[in-house]
Structures are given as C-alpha cells and as structure tokens.
C-alpha cells in the first residue's frame, strides 16, 4: 500500500512565525501536492513537483513556497504565517508512467490543521 | 476552465438504504476522468471509484456505482446499503485525459458530507 505520511496532524503558530510542514511518500512516486481544504471550497492546490528540486506554482501559490531536496519528501513552507493561512493542509503523490500517458491516481497523507493565532 | 460542482453540502442516510450524491461538471473537452473521493473524518482521503469518459460502462465498485451522463455531464454516486463507515466527506473530481502542461491537474468540487444514521 502506499504510505502518504504528514509530519504533525495539529499545529499551532503565531502570526509572522515561519512554518514547515513535511510530507512524505514511500512508493518512489514522481509527483507530489500541496492542498489547501477549505470547507464549501474543496481543495485547491498551492503547489505541484514533478521531480527532485522541480516545482510549479498551483491555483492559491501566495504566501507558500516549497522544498525538494528529495524524491520522496516535499515540503510546504510558510515563510511569515497569517491567520487567513489557518486551514487543513494535505499532501498527495501519483506515480508517472512517462510520455503523454495519464497519470496514476494521487494518494493523500492524513492532512495536517494548521491554526494560526 | 473546468469546474466541478456538488450542490448538496450535506445529506444524511438511514443504515441499509441507498443514498445518490450529486456532482456536476463544465469542460469543453471529450475525454476526461473522473473521480469519487471519500475522506472519514479524521482519517485520510482515499479513492472510491473512477470513471473514464470514452467508456460508456458505469463504474462500480462493490457497493459504490456511478451514473455517468457525458451528455448532461452529470456524474453522480449512488452508495448502495449504507453503513456506519460510509460517513465522511465525498468529494467529486476531473481530470483531463491529456497532459498540457507539466501536471496533472485535478480539480475538486466542494464536498458533501454524508452522514449515516443507524
């Protein structure tokens, strides 16, 4: 099975403080997510990696940046948080088989709450 | 651009019935995928059925089916004898069939939480 794993399932920061959420995958998978899940709004993706030290800009990239070092883990990084930052915080990876096939279905960690005071 | 839309926010099942959430979907192209995801509360999202557009066949998944109406882009899930594990959070998805640019990007409709009364 594949094993989507997040550092902390609660977190709790202070406004302007600098926050790290890790993400973890252990099937070897290419691409990796960053979602936002807001209710009545779904998810909504910050950022995208499709490979080691690759990242591209999702729909809501502002105020987020991101880090990977290595294939397996990506990071989310709040470089000054802001109360409107306080959300559920998931993270997804899919296999890519190459060329112009269709990727592989994306498996979620267990998200992380992240409420900022 | 693609939208996906789920206009029941909540809905509720009595245990050993059938319940059918709605979603709906805008897209110019012709051939997609589409998605049911459930997330319990408190656990991780998982996958529930998929559904690809150039196949006519709905989608089943032991309890869980489809109605997939390409024309009327309706593609709705029907969860057949309820139980107490079906709570949670559905989400409805798509995702283009083609890859335009460097990802894959999967566009999620706002939820329905189903709730299963015993």
């Known amino acids: 099975d594949v094993k989507v794993t997040q550092s902390s399932r609660y977190l709790v920061k202070r406004t302007g403080e600098k926050v790290f959420l890790e993400c973890v995958q252990d099937?070897?998978?290419?691409?990796m997510f960053w979602y936002r899940q807001d209710p009545g709004l779904g998810l909504r993706l910050i950022y995208f990696s499709y490979d080691v030290k690759m990242k591209e800009k999702g729909d809501i990239p502002e105020g987020y940046s991101v880090s990977r070092e290595k294939k397996e883990r990506f990071s989310l990084i709040l470089e000054s948080a802001s109360t409107n930052q306080t959300s559920m915080y998931l993270c997804?990876?899919?296999?890519?088989?190459?060329?112009?096939?269709?990727?592989?279905?994306?498996?979620f960690g267990p998200g992380t709450r992240l409420t900022v005071l | 651009a693609q939208t996906v839309t789920q206009s029941q926010p909540e809905m509720s099942v009595q245990e050993a019935e059938t319940v059918t959430l709605s979603c709906t979907y805008d897209?110019?192209?012709?051939?997609?995928?589409l998605f049911w995801y459930k997330q319990p509360p408190s656990r991780q999202m998982i996958l529930v059925i998929r559904q690809e557009a150039y196949k006519q066949q709905n989608a089943t998944e032991n309890r869980f089916s489809v109605n997939f109406q390409k024309a009327a882009k309706s593609f709705s899930l029907k969860i057949s004898d309820s139980q107490l594990g079906d709570a949670a959070m559905y989400f409805c998805?798509?995702?283009?069939?083609?890859?335009?640019?460097?990802?894959?990007?999967?566009?999620f409709g706002p939820g329905t939480s189903l709730s299963v009364i015993p």
């Open positions: 897209t110019s192209e012709s051939d997609y995928y």
């Open positions: 099937m070897d998978h290419e691409n």
């Open positions: 998805a798509y995702r283009s069939a083609f890859m335009k640019t460097s990802y894959d990007k999967v566009i």
């Open positions: 997804a990876s899919s296999a890519y088989p190459g060329g112009w096939a269709v990727t592989d279905t994306q498996y």
